[in-house]
């Protein structure tokens, strides 16, 4: 059963990811939350793998969120590049 304090660290993280992985991807963490949220990867990726996932380093969990999306984005036809 999840607790709040379990729900928020979940959350907590997913969004920090986003952020981070937004960064090294140079968009919004609006265009990345959107993207994430498209391909489902916020909620299938970050959150049911985050007992996995959190103790990996910020920059760790930005490089694979990031390399997810394009992988996904490329198999679906998508070029969001300049």
Avoid: C, P
């Avoid at 999840?2 to 952020?19: G, K, L, P, S, W």
């Avoid at 968009?27 to 299938?44: A, C, F, T, V, Y």
């Avoid at 007992?51 to 760790?60: G, K, P, R, V």
């Amino acid at each position: 059963m999840d607790t709040n304090n379990d729900i928020y660290r979940r959350i907590h993280f997913a969004v920090m990811a986003i952020e981070s992985g937004a960064r090294k991807l140079g968009i919004s963490g609006k265009e990345m939350h959107d993207r994430l949220s498209k391909q489902g990867l916020i909620r299938n990726r970050l959150i049911k793998r985050y007992e996995e996932l959190h103790t990996q380093s910020l920059d760790w969990v930005a490089e694979d969120i990031s390399e997810t999306l394009l992988n996904w984005d490329a198999e679906q036809g998508q070029d969001f590049s300049n």
